[in-house]
């Protein structure tokens, strides 16, 4: 991580086949709107939606404790289990699973390291996702004002004193399109979400997904929400972990 972008952030936000938005400054709040984009799949009407987004600072001295992660493995040619099982309220595990493995795969594929799963990110993603769902919106941004960040903080994943890097990426999407190997693939299809799932510098990974999408997207179909957060910490030492 290059501490030289300290005390700078940024943030993306970009909307599947609408503009892209950036913006730079101390704790960016920003948002776009997101253009609703109708694709065909078999026998059904499905939509997809997409945004993205990145900060890097630096947290104020004083200890605050961190959930332990654990290290995650994958091979670029192994299958990932339950990729093309559609969400529903009982299997939630299993997709979260799914997702990170299908992430870690595209990592080694193109030579990064996998990401740890992160309980603290896991917390942070699945508020978000659940948020999305009973307030009806799609933004890395909460009506009330909420930033990525403020829920990060709020995690504990944040350790004062540190340097650290994140990023988050979102997604929703009905039918076959709320897959975990169809939201993964519209990630990588995007640049800017790309860019944060192939990040170098990310070390630790949560995700979260309701098996529900925000109803003004949903159009009265089955779906689901994703949210990925990324991160990666360093230490005054320069000790990154």
Known sequence: MDRSAINRTATRIVARAASTCL??????????????????????????????????????????????????????????ANANLIPTSDNIPQIDAATFCLINQQRVRHGESSLRNNADLDSSATHL??????????????????????????????????????????????????????????WMNSPDHRANILNSDFVDSGIGVVA???AQYAGAQDGATYTQDFGALEAPDGAVS
Not at 25 to 35: C, D, E, F, M
Not at 140 to 163: C, K, M, N, Q
Not at 166 to 184: F, H, Q, R, S
Request: with cysteine; hydrophobic share 40%.
């Open 23 to 80: 913006l730079a400054g101390i704790l960016v709040a920003s948002q776009a709107a997101s253009t609703p984009v109708a694709l065909a799949a078999s026998r059904a009407h499905v939509e997809l939606y997409s945004s993205v987004s990145r900060w890097v600072g630096e947290t104020a001295p004083a200890p605050v404790g961190s959930t332990a992660t654990a290290t995650a493995s994958a091979t670029a040619s192994a299958p990932c």
């Open 129 to 186: 996702s659940k948020e999305m769902v009973s307030a009806d919106y799609f933004d890395h941004v909460s009506p009330t004002g909420e930033t990525p960040l403020d829920r990060i903080r709020a995690s504990g994943y944040l350790r004062r004193g540190d340097a650290y890097e994140l990023g988050e990426n979102i997604d929703l999407g009905t039918l076959n399109l709320a897959t975990p190997a169809a939201v993964v693939a519209d």
């Open 212 to 214: 529900q999408a925000p």
